[in-house]
C-alpha cells in the first residue's frame, strides 16, 4: 500500500471527492430501500400498484436525488469549474484587507 501525505492538495481533494460520493451513494441506498417500503406498504393497504399517489415520495424525492447526483458527478454545472477557488481566494483577500 502506498503512503500518502496528507498535506498534498490533491490528497485532499480526492479525500473531499470520496467523501461526497460515500454521501451520495448513502443517499441513493436510503432512497432505495424506503421508497421500496413505502411502495410495498400502499399496495398492500390496498392502493392500486398504477396509482400515482403511491409514487408522490419517490418522485419529489427522486428530483432530490437528482440535484445530489449533479453536484458529485457534475460539480463545475451551476457554478462553474473553478467558481469555490475562485471564492475561497476573494474570502481570503476580503479578509487581509480588514
Do not use: C
Amino acid at each position: 500500500m502506498e503512503n500518502f501525505n496528507e498535506n498534498d492538495i490533491r490528497y485532499v481533494e480526492a479525500q473531499k471527492r470520496v467523501k461526497k460520493l460515500k454521501g451520495f451513494y448513502i443517499h441513493a441506498t436510503v432512497y432505495v430501500l424506503v421508497n421500496l417500503f413505502l411502495i410495498a406498504r400502499n399496495v398492500q393497504q390496498g392502493h392500486s400498484f398504477y396509482d400515482i399517489d403511491v409514487y408522490w415520495t419517490a418522485i419529489l424525492w427522486g428530483i432530490g436525488l437528482l440535484g445530489h447526483s449533479s453536484s458529485v458527478f457534475l460539480p463545475g454545472l451551476f457554478l462553474g469549474k473553478d467558481w469555490e477557488q475562485n471564492k475561497i481566494r476573494e474570502l481570503m483577500e476580503k479578509d487581509l484587507n480588514k
